[in-house]
Nanobody, 119 residues
Framework: QVQLVESGGGLVQAGGSLRLSCAASGNILNIVHMGWHRQAPGKQRELVATATTDGSTNYAESVKGRFTISRDNAKNMVYLQMNSLKPEDTAVYYC?????????????WGQGTQVTVSS
């Protein structure tokens, strides 16, 4: 099992910045990528950004140029730097880890951290 704990959410004005952190613990061997998803009220959970162990990154179009994902493999951490925040970025942000265990991929999720952007 992999445990994920997010931190760094909060209330910020439009145009502001926040940095989310996610700490992974437990059986963290063979985690192939980590990332962030978000879910706004009444909407489906959506991908925000992912980062593979070798450093490749992927972003949702809506956050490109504003958000930056980074990993510290030595500390088993993943971060999401969010700049130029917009009210539509308001959501619960979830950390996700994907682990490869021989023949299949398994997903693990954190509990989520609320990000609220006021206009």
């Amino acid at each position: 099992q992999v445990q994920l704990v997010e931190s760094g959410g909060g209330l910020v004005q439009a145009g502001g910045s926040l940095r989310l952190s996610c700490a992974a613990s437990g059986n963290i061997l063979n985690i192939v990528h980590m990332g962030w998803h978000r879910q706004a009220p009444g909407k489906q959970r959506e991908l925000v950004a992912t980062a593979t162990t070798d450093g490749s990154t992927n972003y949702a179009e809506s956050v490109k140029g504003r958000f930056t994902i980074s990993r510290d493999n030595a500390k088993n951490m993943v971060y999401l730097q969010m700049n130029s925040l917009k009210p539509e970025d308001t959501a619960v942000y979830y950390c996700k880890a994907v682990k490869f265990t021989g023949s299949r991929f398994t997903e693990f999720w954190g509990q989520g951290t609320q990000v609220t952007v006021s206009s």
